[in-house]
């Protein structure tokens, strides 16, 4: 496909190292100055706000401040400011709000209702002078750039990288600041690897498990929404340990299954699992060498267990992307979705 005729979507994934670069060069600053509001804090725990996409970059910094920091952290429901207009008491907190728009209106008002229950809150949001940048204590730009596409890629992975580099500056970690500064190559390399090798798995079938565990969970999470939007596919995401209780019962003969292995403590089962599919009749495919059943996938590994995660999407998009055309649809208008949707 030319540079002319590309999709949206194909052209913002090839813009995701460029994205990245931009982000950690641009906001490095306010990166590190939300870090060392979040370490004068020294809160005791945290929340998260954010929907679709944004709330998978979420999951995906709430095992980043668990592993980093050793402080829990819950997703918080934004309905329960804005529907139900309850305030909660989070003196002692920090809340991370993640929006690509910053006004979904849902999200400012749990932002804002953090704050005045005595939460620090900072902003992680693609526009800079947005309605939630500006209820927050700190914003994070994250300098993707304009998105096009409907199914967001380069705004979820500066999103994921910017909860990454604030935790590496409210907790002074320079191996993982080092890390976070070799990502853009790393996410070149992604682009490069073909995952075509899972489409004729799934021709026939009309659904998917994605499987992953910790930070790599997070990551499935947003590889089954991105089949669901692009593909019209219906895709579930699982912990590598969750699915070989009741999700295995529909597991048969060719289901087919993608697990999205990092090199962390979580790898060994992770292959252990995707094995096991295998062994059951699976159609099972993997980012590790650790397997012995489930096939190969190429991937990039970036040397920290934390970053380890993220090339992993950047591959995945290129290939969901060629995969929607290859069934015929167009990965930018997925039918009933738009760009922004301000919910309430």
């Not at 309605?131 to 992975?157: C, H, M, N, Q, W």
């Not at 002074?172 to 990502?183: C, F, H, P, S, Y």
Request: hydrophobic share 45%; aromatic share 6%.
């Amino acid at each position: 496909m030319s540079a002319n005729t590309a999709t949206h979507m194909r052209r913002e994934i090839d813009e995701i190292p460029e994205a990245a670069a931009r982000l950690l060069d641009g906001s490095a600053s306010a990166l590190a100055e939300a870090g060392r509001g979040l370490r004068e804090r020294d809160p005791h725990f945290v929340v998260t706000v954010a929907r679709g996409s944004s709330d998978h970059a979420a999951t995906f910094m709430k095992y980043a401040v668990e592993l980093t920091a050793g402080l829990a952290v819950a997703s918080v429901g934004p309905s329960i400011a804005s529907i139900y207009g309850a305030r909660l008491k989070l003196r002692g907190s920090a809340c991370l709000a993640v929006s690509q728009s910053g006004k979904s209106p849902d999200i400012v008002a749990m932002a804002e209702t953090a704050r005045a229950g005595g939460a620090l809150t900072v902003a992680i949001t693609n526009t800079a002078d947005s309605p939630l940048a500006r209820a927050s204590d700190y914003a994070i730009d994250i300098l993707a750039g304009p998105e096009r596409s409907v199914a967001a890629t380069k705004t979820f992975v500066n999103s994921a990288v910017a909860g990454l580099a604030l935790m590496a500056h409210a907790t002074d970690d320079q191996a993982l600041l080092k890390a976070l500064a070799g990502l853009p190559g790393h996410f070149e390399k992604a682009i490069a690897c073909d995952w075509m090798a899972l489409a004729g798995a799934l021709e026939n079938p009309q659904s998917l498990f994605i499987l992953g565990r910790g930070p790599s969970f997070a990551i499935a999470s947003e590889a089954a929404l991105k089949f669901k939007e692009t593909c019209a596919m219906h895709a579930e995401a699982y912990s590598a340990a969750e699915v070989m209780h009741g999700p295995l019962a529909l597991v048969g003969p060719g289901f087919p299954v993608l697990a999205l292995a990092a090199r962390d403590a979580s790898e060994p089962s992770v292959a252990e699992a995707a094995d096991g599919l295998t062994a059951k009749g699976a159609a099972a495919f993997i980012t590790s060498d650790k397997a012995k059943a489930a096939r190969l996938l190429p991937h990039v590994a970036t040397g920290h267990p934390l970053t380890d995660p993220l090339p992993l999407i950047v591959s995945f998009y290129g290939f969901v992307e060629a995969f929607a055309r290859h069934r015929g649809l167009d990965p930018d208008t997925p039918r009933n979705l738009r760009k922004v949707t301000e919910t309430l």
